[in-house]
């Protein structure tokens, strides 16, 4: 083997209670990277077709990024795969934090689990003894309690990954955590987690990655990292910025969105995180506004907006929090005496929107404590908080009333019975019950026209940015593997950090953004080149920071000496294949299409997103066309297939 892979991916078996080591050649490493690429190839190899998600033999996988555990900046990420409950789709869910390096640091470049245990259990993998181990003391705690408990046995330095309330009543919203607060959220891998009756993944390990040329990679690493320092902020310089913030309505005027140059936006990201454009979006249009029904200048006014501003919750910051290998740290611990919270992680940007700008809810700390229980129950924000949209569109319509709802008031901005809700939803109680495992599913139950107040994609709930906003993101949303998804490839999103200026030997299509079809040769490489940074374990936002030596560092950590055109093809390659999963599964996803209020269609007769309708369906076909895919059905073309190194496909599809 050559540097920074160990060749080995640990099998679990929680039915039969074997552990199984096997081997796998480089140069499908090569070939698929690591992260959901590597991941994605062994479940589709190896997990029988059409199985149900909670099927004993349906496989979920960890899978740590190609360069996660190195040092190489950025790169802590660590990828939950599966077949997601929520979408039947292919699902993937990716987060931060130290649990990904510690699958590296146990020796592995990937984790699968199969089988049922036969009681709740929990695995433990601590310095090479590997056992599965009784749960019953963990079992219906939520995650930070029961994080606390296990280091009470195993030790203060292990790392875990595990579901809460949520995950184990088996809602389809649910996912992963780690880092007390770090969530693989998307997918409602935390149900598939908890079908298995596996409560948690403990890790401690001592190997290190290896790297084929170690002062290459070294100097890289120190290079980068002198030219990119990090300055923390002033209170001049902090003043000044929260006076620019305080401009929201200019800069919806002018049309300023949330991208700058490199020093500031790390500067920015040190200090306010993804919450820095919780009043910005929501002024500009980027937000969804009451269930995708209102618009922000006149629904959630900057008046109200401004309440749930980053400036406002730094007042609660303590220090910042990073991911490994992170320089830019841009994760924060609060403490809020107002809630008797001594220790909680920052509600990101999607969580900020989705239970304020969404809601109508202008009340902080609702949307804080709302954080801190959704972090506690291991539940994605995103879905929760839009599928609590849903119900009080319901609630408003006259669909579902007191009776139906425990009481409860559901209107838009009563943080108090939206709090009393969430709790409901996560412990999967009275009316709670009805809608744990999202929107689309509740409206099954519910019926009643209920169905026009769902915004989802294959069930899948949108996340907090508005296609008519970005307009690449009405494809993303309907025609990603992962339906509904904005950490998919967009290549208008990914624009807030030029992916040209983050690798330089990227080149994309001059004149991009005003030619239709140069912007679709430009999705084409986005989408490659996205999967490989999400495979090769970077977090996303390093590509508003700069210049990155992120090809160089991959030859150095491998020395596999790969060129740029042989990487995207790495790209293309995972692409497709997640995408025959699908096809595999029976989802016609070329003919899935998203609410017409998504799209504007009819458009908006006023505010910033004024008569903005989206095109999306001919674009997915011109992209499939690129891409070598049928742009009838989406299905990738046998020729491509063969090109693709996937022929192992072609009888599945043809």
């Known amino acids: 083997m050559n540097g920074g892979i160990f060749g080995k ?135 930070i309690e029961a994080d606390n408990l296990v280091k009470k046995e195993h030790g203060p330095f292990v790392k875990t990954a595990g579901i809460g309330i949520a995950g184990e009543k088996l809602c389809k919203i649910s996912g992963i955590v780690n880092d007390k607060g770090r969530i693989a959220a998307r997918s409602g891998l935390g149900a598939l987690m908890g ?34 320092k990090i300055k923390n902020m002033n209170k001049i310089s902090k003043s000044l910025l929260e006076k620019v913030f305080g401009m929201v309505k200019s800069m919806r005027r002018l049309k300023v969105g949330m991208s700058g140059p490199p020093n500031l936006m790390r500067s920015i990201f040190r200090a306010f995180g993804t919450t820095m454009g919780n ?60 809630l008797n919270i001594k220790e909680t992680h920052i509600p990101e940007y999607e ?17 804080i404590k709302i954080n801190d229980l959704c972090n506690r129950a291991g539940i994605d924000t995103i879905s929760t908080g839009a599928t609590v949209a849903f119900a009080i569109d319901c609630y408003e319509n006259g669909i579902i009333n007191k009776d139906d709802t425990e009481g409860l008031e559901l209107k838009w901005g009563n943080s108090n019975d939206i709090i009393e809700l969430v709790k409901l939803i996560i412990n999967r109680e009275g009316f709670g019950d009805i809608l744990a495992d999202g929107a689309e599913i509740a409206s099954q139950k519910i019926g009643k026209n209920s169905k026009v107040h769902v915004i989802t994609s294959l069930g899948s709930e949108l996340p907090m940015h508005d296609p008519k906003y970005i307009n690449s993101l009405a ?16 290549i208008d999103f990914t624009d807030t950090g030029p992916l040209e200026k983050f690798e330089h030997k990227l080149q994309m299509p001059k004149g991009w ?108 076909q011109k992209f499939c066309e690129n891409f070598g895919w049928n742009p009838q059905n989406g299905f990738p073309l046998k020729h491509t297939l063969k090109e693709l190194d996937l022929e192992f496909v072609i009888n599945d599809l043809y």
């Open 351 to 367: 969580t900020c929107c989705a239970f304020g700008s969404l809601l109508l809810n202008n009340d902080l700390l609702s949307i």
């Open 195 to 228: 079908s298995k009756n596996l409560k948690m993944i403990i890790l401690k390990g001592d190997q290190k990655v290896s790297i084929f040329d170690k002062d290459r990679f070294m100097n890289l690493v120190k290079n980068y990292n002198s030219e990119n």
């Open 9 to 143: 991916i640990l099998w679990i078996d929680l039915s039969s209670g074997i552990f199984e080591i096997k081997s796998i050649p480089e140069q499908l490493y090569r070939q698929y990277l690591g992260g959901y690429g590597l991941g994605c190839m062994l479940l589709y190899t190896n997990m029988q077709a059409n199985l149900e998600p909670f099927d004993e033999e349906s496989l979920l996988g960890f899978f740590p990024g190609l360069l996660t555990g190195s040092v190489a900046p950025f790169t802590g990420r660590y990828m939950v795969v599966g077949k997601s409950p929520l979408t039947k789709t292919w699902g993937d869910a990716n987060s931060g934090g130290t649990f990904g390096p510690e699958i590296k640091k146990c020796g592995f470049d990937g984790i699968i689990i199969k089988g049922k245990a036969d009681h709740p259990v929990y695995v433990s993998i601590i310095e090479g003894k590997r056992e599965i181990r009784d749960a019953k003391n963990i079992w219906g705690l939520d995650i």
């Open 279 to 338: 009043t910005i979006s929501a002024e500009t249009g980027d937000s969804p506004i009451k269930n995708w029904k209102g618009i922000g200048m006149y629904d959630f006014p900057y008046k109200k907006s401004n309440e749930i501003s980053s400036i406002n919750i730094q007042k609660y910051k303590v220090r910042e929090y990073g991911c490994f290998g992170c320089l830019v740290q841009c994760g924060a611990i609060l403490e809020v005496p107002e």
């Open 513 to 620: 953004k005003k030619k239709e079809s140069k912007k679709v040769e430009a999705q084409v490489i986005n989408t490659a080149f996205h999967q490989v940074m999400s495979s090769a374990g970077m977090c996303l936002f390093s590509t508003s920071f700069g210049p990155y030596p992120f090809l160089d560092l991959i030859n150095a950590l491998t020395g596999w000496e790969l060129s740029i055109d042989e990487l995207l093809k790495c790209g293309r390659r995972i692409q497709s294949l997640r995408q025959s999963f699908n096809l595999r599964e029976g989802i016609k996803i070329a003919e899935n299409t998203l609410p017409e209020i998504v799209v504007g269609n009819p458009p908006q007769e006023r505010g910033p997103l004024k008569n903005v309708t989206v095109e999306y369906k001919e674009f997915f």
């Open 475 to 490: 494809f993303t949303y309907a025609f990603d593997p992962t339906p509904g998804r904005h950490t998919a490839a967009s």
